[in-house]
């Protein structure tokens, strides 16, 4: 016969590992607050109240206006200075603007003297 012996109870089964328990409700992880709808989702940089300001005065100096861009340049300057920032272009158009002024203003004394010192002759 077979050299084995034979059992007479049923065939055994392989073991089968038991499963790990699984508590019926696991606790819900801590979620994030929902951001509010006002807020921006990104940061935005702070905004130079007299950059436009500057930009007017630079382009109004360059265009030969000068009366206009000093004055633009000036209280683009102010309004920077009360934020606390510096207005580069504002600084520029007061320069260039100044300059034009004094330019403008010497042109007019030479013209002026030139038309009444000018025609000194005499028609005696």
């Known amino acids: 016969m ?3 012996p034979q059992n007479d109870a049923a065939p055994q089964q392989p073991e089968q ?3 790990p328990e699984v508590p019926a409700e696991q606790p819900a992880a801590p979620q994030a607050a929902p951001m509010p709808a006002t807020q921006p989702a990104v940061a ?3 905004v130079n109240p007299g950059q436009g300001l500057g930009i007017g005065s630079l382009v109004c100096s360059l265009l030969g206006i000068s009366l206009v861009g000093l004055i633009l340049g000036i209280i683009g300057m102010k309004k920077s200075k009360e934020a606390g920032m510096s207005n580069g272009m504002a600084l520029a158009g007061i320069i260039i603007s100044s ?3 004094v330019l403008g203003l010497l042109w007019f004394v030479l013209v002026v ?6 025609n000194s002759s ?3």
């Open 17 to 19: 590992q038991a499963a």
């Open 2 to 4: 077979d050299s084995q």
């Open 113 to 118: 003297a030139v038309g009444v010192f000018g």
């Open 122 to 124: 005499s028609s005696y």
């Open 99 to 101: 300059i034009g002024l």
């Open 44 to 46: 935005t940089a702070a």
